[in-house]
């Protein structure tokens, strides 16, 4: 069994001989049913520390996507109800070391993703993506964390999909805001759809909009978006889960709110490699854009799962254990400032992702550190980046297990929270 790299013997022995320099907090969920509070420290010796602070079991039995707002110092909780058949959505404030429940509401069935909207007049609203095949929505009070719900959209399909066994029905699996802040878009990996909907910025109705077709048989997971340094562009970047590719889109408006459209432009292998064989059963789980590089060029980092084979094992983060880790992947590609149409996109490298199922992972403020959610290994484990480059270095700087299957990891980096 893998320990903790920072025991609490060897974490008091760090401490006798160096202060903390600084300290950041994170939130872990899990489907274990916890919220994890962790503190990440730096130490005057340059190493890290990540110690548990707290573990709230208000987001039971199956905590699956937190949702943080750091300015109003809010956290929202999705259960996915996988053992009793719906979901609950829990908001909390945060505290200093805990956090205080606010509101804890029965919702359709499994929620998996969500994401904040802020209206004209500073109105928000939690879109949340149900995997059993639906779309609510929530008015959110910024001060309280109380919520009141909206809208409800369920869909529907007229015939399974080309891999039945995973699209035998509509599975939204996540939801985001544009960059123009006007649509929520969410990929469904059941229907093959990328599903658009506007929000009218004062009164929070959302509208559905033409739907947009991919690949069949692609199962979309999780896209990001990004604009051109000049904002003369706008690209979309969507992992297809069943099919383990990573697709980029052009992305134009259509006029009076009317939607968008998408048109493909690159296709390739989630994990950067056309080796097929070598990362055989390969699932995609998350997908972001990290901060720029010095040069401007952008980056995209992609979480790969269930594919250890086609990655070496990486050395035990416990410096007494000499035995080796199976190691899923962490994906960089580079999206050059310079190109003319912004068009171009390359891959990078591969990086370890710290063992199995990296099914979530972030990356702080400043780009220089990915916490990873590890869901079969139950751990969280922070690397730096390399802010130069953007590669994600092969030596964990921290980690922490004993989480159960962790589901997603967010930083809370609000200034009490950093200098405490």
């Known amino acids: 069994m893998l320990s903790n790299s920072f025991t609490s013997l060897a974490f008091a022995a760090l401490v006798a001989t160096s202060a903390t320099v600084s300290a950041t907090r994170l939130f872990a969920s899990s489907y274990a049913g ?13 190493s890290y520390s990540l110690a548990k602070l707290d573990t709230n079991n208000g987001c039971a039995p199956n905590a699956s996507w937190l949702e943080i707002d750091v300015k109003h110092r809010n956290l929202f909780c999705l259960d996915e109800g996988m053992t009793v058949g719906n979901g609950t959505l829990t908001s909390f404030k945060i505290k200093d070391k805990t956090l205080a429940p606010v509101n804890h509401t029965v919702i359709p069935n499994a929620p998996v993703h969500s994401a904040l909207f802020t209206g004209s007049n500073g109105t928000q609203l939690l879109a949340v993506a149900h995997y059993a095949w639906a779309l609510t929505t929530w008015k959110i009070n910024p001060g309280s964390a109380a919520y009141i ?9 007229m015939k399974a999909g080309p891999v039945p066994d995973r699209q035998a029905a509509s599975h939204p699996h996540q939801v985001v805001v544009d960059p123009m802040n006007r649509f929520l878009v969410v990929p ?11 929000i009218d910025p004062k009164t929070l109705q959302v509208t559905p909009r033409p739907s947009i077709n991919v690949t069949a048989g692609s199962g979309p997971r999780h896209g990001v978006f990004h604009t051109s340094a000049d904002k003369s562009a706008v690209h979309y970047y969507l992992l297809g889960e069943l099919s383990s590719t990573l697709t980029a889109y052009t992305v134009t408006y259509l006029p009076n709110n009317g939607g968008m459209q998408m048109l493909p432009f690159a296709t390739g292998p989630a994990t950067g490699h056309a080796n097929a064989t070598a990362f055989a059963g390969n699932a995609p789980s998350e997908i972001l854009l990290a901060p720029p590089l010095p040069n401007g060029d952008a980056q995209l980092l992609v979480s790969n799962r269930n594919a250890t084979a086609g990655f070496p094992n990486m050395p035990n983060p416990d410096p007494k254990n000499v035995t080796a880790i199976a190691s899923d992947s962490l994906a960089s590609f580079i999206i050059p400032a310079n190109s003319a149409s912004g068009k171009d996109i390359g891959f990078q490298g591969l990086s370890p992702a710290g063992g199995s199922y990296p099914r979530h992972f972030s990356v702080n403020k400043k780009g220089d550190l990915v916490a990873v959610g590890l869901q ?9 980046r ?11 700087v921290a980690d922490i297990e004993g989480l159960g299957g962790v589901s997603s990891v967010v930083w809370d980096e609000a200034e009490e929270a950093l200098d405490r």
Do not use: E, W
Not at 188 to 198: K, Q
Not at 376 to 384: I, L, Q, T
Not at 386 to 396: E, L, N, S
């Open 386 to 396: 390399c802010v130069k480059t953007g590669m994600v270095c092969d030596k964990p």
């Open 188 to 198: 469904d990996l059941g229907a093959d759809l990328i599903r658009i909907f506007y």
């Open 34 to 46: 916890t919220i994890t509070t962790l503190d990440l420290s730096k130490l005057g010796n340059a």
């Open 149 to 157: 719900p909206v809208q409800h959209f369920n869909f529907t399909m």
């Open 376 to 384: 079969n290994s139950g751990r969280v484990v922070v690397y730096k």
